[in-house]
C-alpha cells in the first residue's frame, strides 16, 4: 500500500506541474498582447508623471 500512495503522490505532483504551467503560458498570453501591453505603459507613464511633479 505504501508504494501505491508513493504513486498517488507523484501523480498529484504532476498534474499540479502541467496545471502550474498551463496557468503560466495563459498568463503570458494575456500580458504579452497588445492591449495589455500597452494598458501597463500607460500605467507607468502615469505614475511616473504624477511623481515627477
Same mark, same amino acid.
Given at each position: 500500500? *505504501?508504494?501505491?500512495?508513493?504513486?498517488? +503522490?507523484?501523480? #498529484?505532483?504532476?498534474?499540479?506541474?502541467?496545471?502550474?504551467?498551463?496557468? !503560466? *503560458?495563459?498568463?503570458?498570453?494575456?500580458? +504579452?498582447?497588445? #492591449?495589455?501591453?500597452?494598458?501597463?505603459?500607460?500605467?507607468?507613464?502615469? !505614475?511616473?508623471?504624477?511623481?515627477?511633479?
Amino acid at each position: 500500500m *505504501a508504494n501505491r500512495e508513493r504513486g498517488m +503522490s507523484t501523480a #498529484e505532483y504532476a498534474v499540479g506541474t502541467i496545471a502550474a504551467c498551463a496557468f !503560466a *503560458a495563459l498568463l503570458f498570453k494575456v500580458v +504579452s498582447s497588445p #492591449e495589455v501591453q500597452e494598458m501597463l505603459t500607460s500605467l507607468i507613464d502615469r !505614475a511616473l508623471k504624477t511623481t515627477g511633479k
